[in-house]
């Protein structure tokens, strides 16, 4: 194995760590694990918050539909985060990772206007999830676990 190998495999697993615990931390902060809202660095803090937040988001759909699509994405975060750190199915959980993210900035570019994906880096953290699924299964950590 070259130096380049070993780069792209170490990259490729902090992608995923990355990538994972971010999902795993603002499905924590939706439960309040971090706090409750108004601490530092505490987004919503309750589901209450993340479903108010998920209609700010998603205006354009009705009221009635938005406590589904904000559990939907949470258990999304959930099983994609998961599924990254198992190390099975690299590819296609980081595809969907970058599918999720991706209708995460397009909804927020549409309510709250493009900057706010930029602070948040919702492009990076996308094409981060791509970029590891474009990668071959050489050059990650499981490669023998490749789907």
């Known amino acids: 194995m070259n130096n380049s190998t070993t780069l792209r495999r170490i990259a490729a697993m902090i992608l995923r760590v ?10 924590a902060d939706r439960f309040g694990l971090w706090g409750p809202p108004g601490t530092p660095n505490v987004a919503w803090g309750t589901f209450e918050s993340f479903i108010e937040y998920t209609g700010l988001i998603l205006p354009f759909l009705p009221a009635s539909t938005i406590s589904f699509f904000g559990w939907a994405s949470t258990i999304s975060e959930f099983v994609l985060a998961i599924g990254l750190l ?3 199915y690299i590819r296609g959980f980081a595809f969907a990772s970058g599918l999720l993210l991706l209708s995460f900035g397009l909804s927020m570019a549409f309510a709250f206007g493009l900057e706010s994906t930029f602070t948040y880096s919702v492009w990076t953290a996308a094409a981060s999830a791509f970029l590891l699924a474009s990668l071959q299964p050489e050059q990650t950590i ?5 789907g």
């Open 86 to 88: 198992s190390g099975f």
């Open 142 to 146: 499981k490669s023998d676990n490749q």
């Open 18 to 27: 990355a990538l994972a615990l971010s999902f795993l931390s603002a499905v």
